[in-house]
């Protein structure tokens, strides 16, 4: 049956026209998705298999824990992991050793501010990190009490000017970090992002928006699942005002089919 769905319907089985199939093939939609079921143990690349796939591990720069004294959330920097960096005490002692030769004393003392400069610029970007999560800790509280829909939006600028600092420092001071929070491992750039209103006048992340969307799609009949103008709608319902388009667009980000591929017979 895989065989013959294969060589003469592979279209449409892509495009979910199962109805069709069964009428072309006079076979039940029982006997096509018994196909289906074998179809979706094969691999598309067998030979990946013979390859071992590790899983990238993330070890998280920030850990955001709930203080019940305070009730707030507290964010510290995962240093557990980092050398402390300092200055040799031998080079620097042979710098005021008067018989160590003038050369090499001038020589260690250009490499000895250079590396001061290096130890002072890494405790600036641990001071600005540590900076720009108080401020993230702070505005997105609601996210680490109920989750991704209530996530507010957030601009970098708005972070920059909060600290007076420039937004391309916060954009390389937030560059390819993680937190650990009570919500899981979260890239932190995922906390800066811009919305729009809800009906009510109540600010909504375009992240928390596609959390709502996906949630409507989970709920939804799957053998009547809704088209976009109905899920347009269905977030309507719930203050949120999008259009249809923007409704499609987020589904494709999301990796979700349109309604007539996510349909189940």
């Known amino acids: 049956m895989a065989r013959r769905l294969v060589d003469g319907h ?3 089985l892509m495009q979910n026209r199962l109805p ?3 009428e072309e093939e006079d076979l039940t939609l029982d006997e096509i998705k018994a196909g289906l079921g074998l179809l979706r143990r094969l691999s598309l690349a067998p030979a990946r298999r013979l390859v071992r796939e590790r899983a990238e591990i993330i070890i998280p720069d920030a850990i955001v824990e709930y203080d019940e004294e305070e009730d707030r959330y507290i964010a ?3 240093d557990t992991r980092l050398p402390n960096l300092r200055i040799n005490k031998e080079y620097a002692e042979m710098i005021r050793d008067r018989d160590v030769p003038k050369e090499d004393r001038e020589f260690l003392k250009t490499n000895m501010g250079n590396a001061q400069w290096l130890i002072d610029a890494v405790e600036q970007r641990r001071r600005t990190l540590q900076r720009v999560l108080n401020v993230v800790v702070d505005a997105q509280r609601e996210f680490f009490d109920y989750g991704p829909q209530a996530i507010k939006p957030l601009p970098m600028t708005l972070v920059a000017e909060q600290l007076g600092i420039h937004v ?3 954009s390389r001071a937030v560059a390819d970090k993680h937190l650990q929070t009570p919500r899981g491992v979260v890239p932190l750039r995922r906390f800066f992002t ?3 209103e809800t009906a009510s006048g109540e600010e909504i992340s375009w992240d928390a928006i596609k959390a709502a ?3 409507v799609i989970d709920q939804e009949d799957k053998s009547k699942p809704l088209s976009d103008d109905a899920l347009a709608k269905a977030l309507s319902d719930r203050g949120i005002e999008i259009a249809r388009r923007t409704v499609a667009k987020y ?3 999301l990796g979700i089919q349109s309604a007539r591929l996510r349909k189940e017979f």
Request: net charge negative; hydrophobic share 35%.
């Open 213 to 215: 969307l996906q949630e």
């Open 10 to 12: 592979l279209d449409d």
């Open 20 to 22: 069709k199939i069964a």
């Open 194 to 196: 811009g919305g729009t």
């Open 168 to 170: 391309a420092t916060v």
């Open 76 to 78: 510290y920097l995962n």
């Open 251 to 253: 589904r494709g980000q």
